[in-house]
């Protein structure tokens, strides 16, 4: 399976809070990717690798939790 295709199947599993997010999370990579400048570093992907793994595997907080979590 391709990157592309493990990111596919992670989007179609997200709720509909979480894709919202991952929406915005995955247009700033592409808005930040500029044609002429340099590709992300490896560091970055592999954060971004981290990332997917923990939603696939429903290792996530809703923002709400966050925000409460960081207040307190």
């Known amino acids: 399976m391709t990157n592309r295709e493990k990111l596919h199947r992670l989007v179609d599993h997200l709720a509909d809070d979480q894709a919202e997010l991952a929406k915005h999370w995955l247009e700033d990579l592409r808005d930040a990717a500029d044609a002429d400048g340099e590709p ?3 560091e970055a992907l592999a954060s971004l690798d981290r990332g997917l793994d923990d939603i696939a595997a429903g290792r996530i907080k809703s923002l ?3 925000e409460r979590e960081r207040s307190s």
């Open 40 to 42: 992300p570093e490896a």
């Open 64 to 66: 709400e939790q966050y």
